[in-house]
């Protein structure tokens, strides 16, 4: 058994400066984020709240049209064609709005937690393809060819299982968006 290797002046620094806190760690929360100061901005914000309601209400009134047994109401198109448009039209006016008020633009002028919420919003857009029409005429077909290919292979068989548990909870319960 060998010993750990000791560290040198060269690793301890950048070690002990990932655990410092930053200026911007320390800052006035004021300071934190850009103030959304033109009309565009706000109806950036606005929509990007508003859209998981739109969208239930869509879902809701698909299901009183059609009843809520049965998948017809599911595999309809139209509240996730509606959802996903605002999401992208929402993120798309952000991006503008911050490239129009930020000095440096989208790439270098937003805080550390601006590029965080920006990548969040990015990996919202993915989650439309776990919801809604979507998911019930393409994706659904995958999670269940991925489950039963897994079936009958030692291991595999676990998380086949596991896929098939997950299809269930997908298909029966409704959300808007997966990072409420």
Avoid at 105 to 124: D, H, I, M, P, Q
């Amino acid at each position: 058994m060998a010993l750990p290797t000791i560290p040198t002046p060269d690793t301890i620094s950048p070690y002990l400066l990932s655990h410092v806190l930053t200026s911007d760690d320390v800052k006035p929360a004021k300071q934190l984020l850009h103030r959304l100061t033109s009309l565009q901005g706000q109806a950036a914000e606005v929509l990007y709240i508003m859209r998981p309601v739109i969208y239930a209400l869509l879902m809701q009134h698909l299901a009183k049209t059609y009843g809520y047994e049965g998948t017809k109401w599911k595999k309809n198109w139209t509240p996730w064609l509606v959802g996903i448009s605002i999401e992208y039209f929402s993120r798309q006016l952000a991006k503008q709005d911050m490239s129009n008020q930020v000095p440096g633009g989208v790439r270098s002028g937003l805080s550390a937690l601006e590029k965080e919420e920006l990548k969040k919003r990015g990996w919202n857009m993915a989650w439309w393809t776990m919801r809604g029409a979507f998911y019930e005429n393409i994706t659904k077909k995958y999670v269940a060819g991925v489950a039963n290919s897994l079936k009958g292979k030692p291991l595999l068989d676990l998380v086949g299982g596991v896929v098939e548990d997950y299809d269930y909870l997908w298909s029966g319960y409704y959300f808007s968006t997966s990072t409420m």
